[in-house]
């Protein structure tokens, strides 16, 4: 009863139409509330096997670059 109204103060459902869209959504209240927001989950990106090769060099350089001048203070 508590999701309902969560639901009713965030949107404007009434309190049927927040208890169906909660069934819809396994009573996922976040799920509901974006749906009735239209946000929409950013899409994975999908990088090269190089892309990934770089991008863990650059970090791996950056925490080393980070731990040296730490230890020098």
């Known amino acids: 009863m508590d999701n309902v109204k969560v639901i009713m103060r965030q949107t404007n459902y009434t309190k049927d139409e927040a208890e ?20 929409q ?4 990106v999908h990088k090269t096997t190089n892309q990934g090769i770089y991008t863990e060099i650059r970090e ?3 925490k080393q670059k980070s731990s040296l001048f730490e230890n020098k203070n």
């Open 41 to 44: 989950k950013p899409k994975p």
């Open 60 to 62: 791996l350089m950056s």
């Open 20 to 39: 169906e869209a909660l069934k819809q959504n396994n009573n996922n209240v976040i799920e509901v509330i974006e749906k009735y927001m239209e946000i």
